[in-house]
Nanobody
Framework: VQLVESGGGLVQPGGSLGLSCAAS????????MAWYRQAPGKERELVARISSGGSTNYADSVKGRFTISRDNVKKTVYLQMSGLKSEDTAVYYC????????????????WGQGTQVTVSS
């Protein structure tokens, strides 16, 4: 199972940026998908989560600015970021809870490799 992220980069304060993360490999199903971020010297934190049914929750710091969505057919989760601030600068990681096969009911955590988002003028 692989999660491959794309879309990071450098953006000016107030700008917008979109991230995507596609799951590939052999597995049965995906439940929750999420975006986390980790800034230098800080712990990894949850940014946004979306269930398989489309229910979402966001960190207070990004509410109203970020939007998480997913395409279950494409097995892809997206994060649209707007009104970006310098404090949004971090490595952003995709996370998915994945069930590998019928022989197990356990959903395991998988992570993407991370993509850098830098907000700076």
């Amino acid at each position: 199972v692989q999660l491959v992220e794309s879309g990071g980069g450098l953006v000016q304060p107030g700008g917008s940026l979109g991230l995507s993360c596609a799951a590939s490999g052999n597995f049965l199903s995906i439940s929750d998908m999420a975006w986390y971020r980790q800034a230098p010297g800080k712990e990894r934190e949850l940014v946004a989560r979306i269930s398989s049914g489309g229910s979402t929750n966001y960190a207070d710091s990004v509410k109203g600015r970020f939007t998480i969505s997913r395409d279950n057919v494409k097995k892809t989760v997206y994060l649209q970021m707007s009104g970006l601030k310098s404090e949004d600068t971090a490595v952003y990681y995709c996370n998915a809870k994945i069930r590998r096969s019928f022989s197990s009911t356990v959903y395991l955590d998988y992570w993407g490799q991370g993509t850098q988002v830098t907000v700076s003028s």
